[in-house]
């Protein structure tokens, strides 16, 4: 008898503090969810329907369309009270003339700027995400504007979803325990410079840069997906970081459920991903990074890349995913851990 009592207070016991377990769990999701919610289509389509406009010229580095699209990115940045981390009501970062006609592969350019917003860690301030999309687009040829909606119209409005999204639990007293930068990079299209002059004149110590979660076109679908609109190409996730990988896969499955598309992974991928975006400038340097890339399409790099054709919804999903991504990375206990070779580096 004595025995039965003393197994059934034992059971009732681990009966308690299973349920108190579950019921904390279930804290942090609601907390996670009830923060991505602020996240909406429409919220993306009212944002990019301007930033994407024929008013902002396609974006062109150095050039008057790129300097509304910055004023654009600073202007949310301050009516939502995200503050800059390099000074106060200064939130570009020069990227000088003469460093961009010294890398740039196409023609003259003039002074431009990257757009850097942050939000401080609670518990480890010194530790940072960043997470990026670039500005700047093609430009306009003979007289036609190429408005680059997806190309990166689609990351860069991602990144101010997410930006609120986290200002939002900053506001509820449930602010990221690691900080976040947002890194909105110029030149891009002109060979990855705005990143590579960001990480040769990091903000923060790269030795602190956690990862890069780099968002270039995710509002569209490819001919791939027509029958099956629900996915979004990873790169990179696995190449650095077993962590980053494990983290980035449970949490889809935990929150969005995309079909996570990994061919563009293969390091024996012709079209070769993972070199070609502004991740790579942070991968380089060994910081673990996650590209997401919807892949190309019939209006890529053309004047018909235009808000219109924007999957609004499924931009949305793809930029809760990522939310949920970084959230999990800036507030797990452990940062995460590099624990491959670079790709390039293991073959050489
Ligand atoms: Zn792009």
């Known amino acids: 008898m004595k025995i039965l009592l003393y197994v059934f207070s034992l059971l009732f016991f681990m009966a308690c503090s299973t349920s108190r377990n579950t019921a904390q769990k279930d804290k942090n999701t609601d907390d996670a969810s009830k923060f991505a919610a602020s996240i909406t289509a429409e919220n993306l389509k009212t944002h990019l329907y301007v930033f994407a406009s024929d008013e902002f010229e396609g974006r062109n580095t150095g050039e008057p369309g790129q300097k509304k699209a910055i004023k654009y990115l600073k202007d949310f940045y301050v009516t939502q009270k995200i503050s800059s981390p390099l000074a106060k009501d200064d939130y570009y970062q020069e990227v000088p003339e003469a460093f961009l006609n010294q890398h740039s592969r196409r023609g003259r350019l003039k002074d431009s700027e990257n757009v850097l917003a942050y939000i401080k860690g609670t518990e480890k301030p010194d530790e940072i995400i960043v997470i990026s999309a670039h500005l700047d687009h093609v430009g ?28 939002k639990a900053v506001k509820a007293g449930k602010g990221p325990r690691r900080s976040i930068l947002f890194l909105h990079v110029t030149g891009e299209e002109k060979g990855l410079l705005g990143s590579k002059y960001y990480t040769e004149n990091p903000t923060f110590p790269l030795e602190n840069t956690v990862c890069n979660l780099n968002i270039d076109m995710i509002g569209r679908v490819d001919k791939r997906h027509t029958i099956d609109s629900n996915y979004v190409y990873l790169i990179g996730s696995d190449k650095l970081s077993t962590s ?48 997401y890339f919807n892949g190309v399409h019939e209006d890529y790099h053309k004047p018909t890349d235009t808000p219109d054709k924007i999957e609004y919804d499924l931009l949305a999903k793809r930029t809760r995913l990522i939310f949920h991504t970084a959230w999990e990375i800036a507030n797990r206990k452990e940062r995460l851990v590099v624990d491959q070779l670079e790709p390039e580096i293991k073959s050489n």
Do not use: C, W
């Not at 293969?266 to 910081?287: C, L, T, V």
């Open 244 to 291: 980053l990988h494990q983290v980035s896969d449970s949490i889809n499955t935990k929150y969005t459920n995309i079909n996570l598309d990994y061919t563009y992974n293969d390091d024996n991928d012709p079209n070769r991903f993972y070199y070609r975006s502004d991740h790579y400038n942070f991968a380089k340097h060994n910081i673990p990074v996650i590209f």
């Open 140 to 167: 306009m040829e003979n007289g036609e504007i190429f408005n680059g909606a997806d190309d990166d119209g689609s990351g860069s409005m991602a990144i101010l979803e997410i930006a609120e999204a986290f200002q």
